[in-house]
């Protein structure tokens, strides 16, 4: 499995400049946030973990295929478990690799 994930500036609870208040906001605005990865089936398993920060026991995640075989398994692509940290990924057993990218809500 390989996950990747872009991370961009958070504002330091005790303030900031107005350029970094600046920069946070106007990513924002161009939907640049902390809530998605990517990540690549393991051949042959049946679940995928993610690790990210932002799950939670609560949190929605959507699932883009980023290839034609990934699109293929859309219909067998579920998340099993949800905690703080973490959620496990199902999906059917394949011998390639299927690309995903994903959006944490909540």
């Known amino acids: 499995m390989t996950v990747v994930n872009q991370q961009y ?3 330091i609870p ?19 946030t902390n809530n998605t990865g990517d ?6 398993a049946t679940t995928t973990t993610l690790y990210n ?10 699932f883009t295929p980023m290839n034609d075989k990934a699109a ?7 998340v099993q478990s949800l ?10 057993s394949h011998n390639f690799d299927c690309i995903f990218k994903y959006i944490i809500v909540g």
């Open 83 to 92: 905690s703080k940290g973490s959620a496990v990924i199902a999906h059917g």
């Open 72 to 78: 293929s398994e859309m219909a067998s692509l579920y």
């Open 53 to 62: 920060e932002r799950i939670g026991t609560s949190s929605v995640i959507l």
């Open 39 to 44: 990540f690549t089936t393991t051949q042959s």
């Open 9 to 11: 500036r958070k504002l």
């Open 14 to 32: 005790s303030g900031a400049t107005p350029r970094e208040i600046s920069e946070v906001v106007n990513n924002l605005i161009e939907g640049k």
